[in-house]
């Protein structure tokens, strides 16, 4: 890893925050985190200001509200100071706070408990004159090196010195609000992936337990690396393991009509991050679920750190060799599967961060691995677990006289090791002819005509989709853009602003078709296909937004061109599935709520063109009536879509 602090704040067009959450929870002090860094380790992250920073937003909404107060306490500060700190106490809880009505102050408040809402305090701001004299309180330091002595752990982390700290400035799109309240079911017909009964939430379930309820239903199915439900609440009742169970809380808290998200991934990282946190394999899983709910929370630059203080983690502990599944899963061939999966799904987030963000090099595609290969997910689910295959028996399986049967899952990893190879050729090789990239091109052809016959289909005979093999056709469709796009020729600055998930690259324009082109639009074609799935989008995983949003780009290009190759009623009909998609995904995911609004703002600017070439007459070669035809077909859409002003 090779990139500066400095480089990545600016890809994302923010700055550093300090805001953090005041909470009545252990100090912060007693914590070490990603976030805290000492002012002594100048060799590796001295250009970073020190601060700790929640993944939450300075602006209110519907979905995704908070209250914060920052704090960022000196090894020097005064102590009979923080011990005043310690004693201001807000004269209402979030819950009542929210709804304008009295609190009594009692922990929990008599109201919370009636209705069994999760009581949390946060001190109010009312009144702050500034921060007190030779406070660091708040402080943003004026120049790089200048922050605040703060503890952190495992400095070196093994990935170079370069890993900015803290969290970018809470993004724009908070300001919007949600397209409508959401309160998700836990339960629904999708049993077959679940192992658990299609049954009613129970009303009397606290805040705590329905969250991770969200999580196994609607979370799990899309990242399943630990245990299925069942046998998870019979370990949970065996061994504490608080800190993964927060991370959990924190992902679920996304699927509930809850504005307790900020706190609970507050908690969730000082639980994992806490000097007391074990360091064992559970660890690693705990790390990589917070990682991807801040992830999909906008939180690109924070994700990536945890995601990779995970994987030195799973390689200090071995979790690389073949043998580690067996030697800690105390003869269980569930929990076996499950430490498999543990590292696969890390192999799989980082390919798919390096991929969607271009901002990391996926370094696990180097790292050196012997782990056997995932089962089926119902064979996970019920226990009976066949004896695994090796990654070698799928390299060879067309030259092989054995018959092999692969997991969907297996095919996701195909899927993502391409996408490594891409990343690897850019890397060794920037500046590729157009040989190359079709050489590329050929590891995508070829996932695709061996896949067998009964992975052709998303959707089973029960109607359930088989995830696994979506997110494989996903990412086959994504690596398929990133890899043509610089070659197509189609002047893409059109989309300039749609950097949510990746950085905009300029593109040289040129003709209005080549292969790239066409196999880039035919990619971006194949993922509406994916929106339009009778499955409800929440099901799927986060990163879908991005590859969404890669799709959007292209659909805009295409349209503010008028390619004549495409017909321009099917065009917007992409664009409306596009853009429907990350509405939909806006209701659980702040991610997708950014990349609506970088998408609206190109599609406003793209329809005003239009209208100022009409009204100059740059359409004279068309009647009046087509003209008009036209115009007419694209308000239409964009008010359909809400996409106007």
């Known amino acids: 890893m090779s990139w500066s602090a400095s480089s990545s704040t600016s890809a994302a067009g923010t700055s550093v925050s300090t805001a953090a959450i005041g909470s009545n929870s252990a100090s912060a002090s007693s914590i070490s985190s990603p976030l805290e860094t000492p002012a002594s380790s100048t060799h590796h992250l001295s250009s970073a200001p020190c601060s700790e920073a929640s993944p939450t937003s300075s602006q209110p909404s519907e979905r995704h509200s908070s209250t914060s107060s920052s704090f960022n306490t000196s090894a020097n500060a005064d102590a009979a100071e923080q011990n005043k700190e310690r004693i201001i106490v807000p004269s209402a809880c979030v819950q009542c706070r929210s709804k304008h009505l009295k609190c009594d102050g009692l922990t929990p408040c008599s109201r919370c408990s009636a209705n069994s809402f999760e009581c949390i305090f946060v001190r ?384 040289a324009p040129g003709e209005s078709y080549n292969i790239h082109a066409a196999k880039m639009v035919q990619a971006a074609q194949d993922i509406s296909k994916l929106i339009s799935l009778p499955v409800p989008l929440i099901k799927h995983t986060h990163f879908f937004t991005c590859v969404t949003t890669l799709g959007s780009i292209v659909h805009l290009t295409c349209w503010s061109t008028l390619m004549p190759y495409m017909q321009d009623d099917d065009l917007k009909q992409q664009l409306r599935l596009c853009t429907g998609a990350l509405k939909t995904l806006w209701q659980v995911w702040p991610s997708a709520g950014k990349a609506f609004g970088q998408v609206k703002g190109v599609a406003q600017e793209i329809f005003a063109a239009k209208k100022l070439a009409v009204e100059s007459g740059y359409w004279a070669s068309f009647s009046q009536d087509e003209v008009a035809r036209v115009m007419s077909d694209d308000q239409n859409i964009m008010t359909e879509l809400e996409l106007l002003k």
Request: with cysteine; charged share 25%; aromatic share 10%.
């Open 124 to 507: 109010s701001r009312r009144g702050f004159k500034g921060p007190r004299k030779n406070a660091t309180q708040g402080k943003i330091p004026a120049a790089p090196g200048a922050g605040a002595s703060c503890p952190m752990i495992n400095p070196n982390a093994g990935r170079g010195p370069h890993i900015p700290t803290g969290l970018v400035t809470p993004p724009e799109h908070r300001l919007q609000t949600l397209p409508q309240p959401v309160n998700l079911p836990a339960f629904d017909t999708n049993r077959g992936l679940t192992s658990y009964e299609n049954k009613q939430l129970l009303s009397g379930l606290d805040l705590r337990e329905r969250c991770l309820e969200a999580f196994f239903f609607h979370f799990h199915p899309a990242h399943p690396f630990l245990l299925p439900r069942a046998e998870f609440i019979a370990l949970r009742k065996e061994k504490s393991m608080d800190f993964l169970l927060a991370a959990m809380r924190y992902v679920g808290s996304f699927y509930t009509l809850s504005d307790n998200s900020m706190a609970l991934g507050m908690e969730a990282e000082r639980a994992i991050y806490h000097a007391d946190c074990p360091k064992d394999a559970f660890r690693v899983q705990a790390m990589l679920i917070l990682a991807i709910g801040l992830d999909g929370y906008t939180y690109q630059e924070k994700a990536l750190q945890i995601l990779l203080d995970a994987e030195d983690l799973a390689m200090e502990l071995g979790m690389n060799r073949r043998n580690f599944a067996f030697l800690n899963s105390n003869g269980s061939p569930i929990m076996e599967e499950s430490w498999r999966r543990t590292w696969w799904e890390l192999y799989l987030v980082d390919g798919l961060v390096a991929g969607v963000h271009q901002k990391s090099d996926f370094r696990m595609k180097d790292m050196p691995a012997d782990v056997l290969l995932p089962c089926e997910e119902k064979e996970y689910v019920t226990g009976f677990i066949p004896q695994p295959n090796k990654i070698e028996d799928f390299d060879d399986e067309s030259f092989d006289t054995r018959e092999f049967t692969f997991s969907s899952y297996t095919y996701r990893i195909a899927a993502i090791r391409n996408l490594g190879k891409v990343i690897a050729a850019r890397m060794l090789q920037p500046e590729q002819d157009s040989e190359s990239i079709l050489r590329l091109d050929a590891y995508l052809v070829n996932w695709r005509l061996h896949l067998p016959g009964n992975k052709k289909s998303f959707i089973n005979n029960e109607g359930q989709l088989d995830e696994m093999l979506f997110q494989a056709h996903m990412i086959t469709e994504a690596t398929t853009v990133v890899l043509h796009r610089e070659f197509s020729e189609l002047d893409s600055s059109v989309a300039k602003d749609v950097t949510s998930c990746a950085p905009y690259k300029s593109i």
